[in-house]
């Protein structure tokens, strides 16, 4: 049960006077979407509000299913489009497009659904969404058709998460948001969980990677169905909040011009590519502008009025660093399963599986620790569980796979776990205090903040692993020469060949364990942001128990 008393009845808010089971907005604040109106309250409008985030979660899911989808079918793609698999840097954009696309609407997207209202916004993403993935699915051999596809599915799909979340505390009172937060946001991290084998088994089935995205279509005109008869259309408001349009945009092309700025197709000779610097310039400047653009402008996409500024601020800088370690985790752990545990395409998804069932389950108790505990102490204590895990997988030996703690519990599997449940307890808390340190008619933009902190975490850090591990890599093995065994004995033969296999995986150990120790510190600076969230001390002033 996410609500024990659907049928209380709280005291007036600014944000509106409760009256039975519909919110009654004033002039200060926009009203309340809430699947109860018009129910008469009651059992019916609690079993109406866990139907509507019930599914928001599911369109959560479904874009979370595509963000993930193409690791597992990336080889198919590349003969598709007559790739040569050592040129895996020529089809990157397909996965760093549908991210960049996730992040540059964000702000902009959650802005438009405290004005729209929630259902308005999700079925217009829905709509993008199902455009995004027809265009995918279409693009023939063209790769930049491919990548314009997939970031337009980002762009729609990016926005369903903090326009749920924002529904969560639309529709929940802080003391029992957590909870809800958790669970939408293990919709989310079920996502990354079945993304790689979602996209595998579907294009089995249908025969065709492009089936994936085919796909897409039927689920959203069920989805969009579903959306518009579980959440009611946008109450009438006395004054409807505008939308800073131009600053949506600056700071979609900030984001834009730095994750462009951080790609890198040949990140071994140089850790910038050769118009990062002037891209890196361009994304300042656009910075310099956005903030110069909040400071004058009379309606701003972040208004800080009545915000919580060191809970708002640590809650972003948490997520940042939680995305960081999650984008190096799913990454490097496939990387090593291949490079050094000899595991391959599924069997090398499955190894980071361990890791990946790990966040969902820790979303939800994260969630559901936050009443009892307080957010600050689950967020920082995840991140100190996570850190903990990192030191561990850094320490994994050359026979890891053989390795058991107390006899009988495979370390590489605890090791991961460990890892996992810590970076999941951390979603819940940190919603649930961006939530609680702005004001209701801002939820949906606060919601965007944090999850784009999160994805510019993941996207830094996956930058920032392509660019110092590689050239780590390549300064271990600078004086490593491939053996020149001809004339030499077969005996001579293996045994030089031994030597320079052995150096090579001694000189992979040594950069993944300096890659996992630099993520254990990430998330110790995570934890260090955390505990400047507030404690179990409620916000003054009452709020709707709804």
Not at 80 to 95: K, M, Q, S
Not at 170 to 188: H, Y
Not at 260 to 288: C, F, I, K, Q, S
Not at 332 to 337: G, K, Q, R, S
Request: with cysteine; proline share 6%.
């Amino acid at each position: 049960m996410l609500d024990s008393d659907p049928s209380a009845d709280p005291p007036p808010t600014p944000a509106g006077r409760r009256v039975g089971a519909e919110a009654v907005p004033t002039a200060t604040a926009p009203a309340a979407s809430s699947p109860s109106a018009g129910s008469g309250g009651g059992d019916g409008g609690h079993s109406r509000r866990r139907l509507a985030i019930g599914v928001g979660g599911a369109t959560v899911l479904l874009a979370a299913l595509d963000a993930y989808v193409v690791v597992g079918v990336l080889t198919d793609i590349l003969d598709a489009l007559h790739i040569a698999a050592n040129r895996l840097e020529r089809v990157t954009p397909v996965v760093t497009g549908f991210l960049l696309g996730y992040i540059a609407g964000m702000p902009l997207l959650g802005s438009l659904s405290d004005r729209l209202g929630r259902r308005a916004v999700l079925i217009g993403c829905l709509v993008g969404f199902a455009a995004g993935s027809a265009l995918t699915a279409g693009s023939g051999d063209s790769i930049w058709l491919l990548t314009t596809g997939r970031a337009v599915q980002g762009l729609a799909g990016g926005a369903l998460l903090p326009v749920t979340l924002a529904l969560a505390g639309d529709l929940w009172a802080e003391r029992r948001r957590a909870t809800v937060l958790g669970v939408v946001g293990a919709a989310q991290e079920l996502g990354s969980v079945l993304g790689p084998l979602y996209g595998v088994g579907i294009a089995a089935l249908l025969g065709s990677w492009r089936g994936i995205f085919w796909l897409n279509l039927p689920l959203v005109a069920v989805a969009i169905a579903l959306v518009w008869v579980a959440l009611p259309g946008r109450a009438p408001a006395a004054v409807r909040p505008k939308t800073d349009v131009v600053g949506g945009l600056l700071l979609a092309l900030t984001l834009g011009a730095a994750v462009v700025a951080l790609y890198n197709p040949d990140p071994e000779r140089a850790v910038l590519p050769p118009w990062g610097g002037w891209t890196l310039a361009g994304a300042a400047a656009g910075a310099v502008l956005f903030v110069a653009w909040e400071l004058r402008a009379r309606t701003r996409l972040i208004d800080l009025r009545g915000v919580l500024r060191r809970p708002f601020f640590a809650a972003l800088g948490a997520s940042f660093c939680a995305g960081a370690a999650l984008m190096v985790t799913l990454v490097d752990v496939e990387l090593v399963a291949q490079t050094l545990l000899g595991r391959h395409g599924v069997q090398g998804t499955l190894v980071l599986t361990r890791f990946l069932v790990a966040l969902p389950i820790g979303a939800v108790l994260g969630g559901w620790l936050v009443s009892p505990l307080g957010e600050r102490l689950v967020a920082a204590g995840g991140l100190a569980v996570a850190a903990g895990g990192y030191v561990l997988v850094a320490g994994w030996p050359a026979d890891v796979l053989a390795v058991r703690y107390l006899g009988f519990l495979p370390r590489l599997d605890t090791d991961l776990v460990v890892a996992g449940f810590g970076l999941g307890l951390v979603i819940g808390p940190l919603s649930a205090a961006i939530l609680r340190a702005t004001p209701i008619a801002q939820h949906g933009v606060a919601s965007s903040a944090v999850v784009v902190a999160r994805m510019m975490g993941m996207l830094i850090g996956v930058a920032a692993l392509t660019a110092w591990g590689l050239h780590r890599f390549h300064e271990l093995t600078a004086q490593l020469n491939f053996p020149l065994v001809f004339g030499k004995s077969a005996d001579e033969q293996r045994r030089l060949m031994d030597e320079y296999k052995d150096a090579l995986q001694s000189a992979l150990r040594t950069e993944y364990r300096e890659i996992f120790l630099a993520t254990a510190a990430i998330c110790a600076l995570g934890a260090a942001c955390a505990l400047l969230l507030q404690g179990r001390t409620a916000r003054p002033g009452p709020e709707p128990d709804h």
